[in-house]
């Protein structure tokens, strides 16, 4: 079993940075890809960024690409999303994920979910 708790959400201005960490629970963080999915009012969830359990490789949403950054930290059993040139249509729920596997993508290719974290950027 793995536990995940996000934080490091909140309001910030168009054009603003937020760091959003997801610390885990359990052995086996570092065999996990991690992931960072994100879900809007009134909109589906949508992948937003996943890095392998190394550190080494990572994967973008074109939505975020050049403007956020996935890492993690094995020793911390931490992952972190850092968001620059926020958009207001970056507002959304924030969720850290252990995903199934190095390719996945999709909402239903998670093993874990975290509670999630609320990020709003104003216009």
């Known amino acids: 079993q793995v536990q995940l708790v996000e934080s490091g959400g909140g309001l910030v201005q168009a054009g603003g940075s937020l760091r959003l960490s997801c610390v885990t629970s359990g052995r086996t963080f570092r065999t996990y890809t991690m992931g960072w999915f994100r879900q809007a009012p009134g909109k589906e969830r949508e992948f937003a960024a996943r890095?392998?359990?190394?550190?080494?490789?990572?994967y973008y949403a074109d939505s975020v690409k050049g403007r956020f950054t996935i890492s993690r930290d094995n020793a911390k059993n931490t992952v972190y999303l850092q968001m620059d040139s926020l958009k207001p249509e970056d507002t959304a729920v924030y969720y850290c994920?252990?995903?199934?596997?190095?390719?996945?993508?999709?909402?239903?290719?998670?093993?874990?979910w975290g509670q999630g974290t609320q990020v709003t950027v104003s216009s």
């Open positions: 890095i392998s359990g190394s550190g080494i490789t990572t």
């Open positions: 994920a252990a995903l199934q596997t190095p390719y996945s993508i999709h909402p239903r290719e998670v093993d874990y």
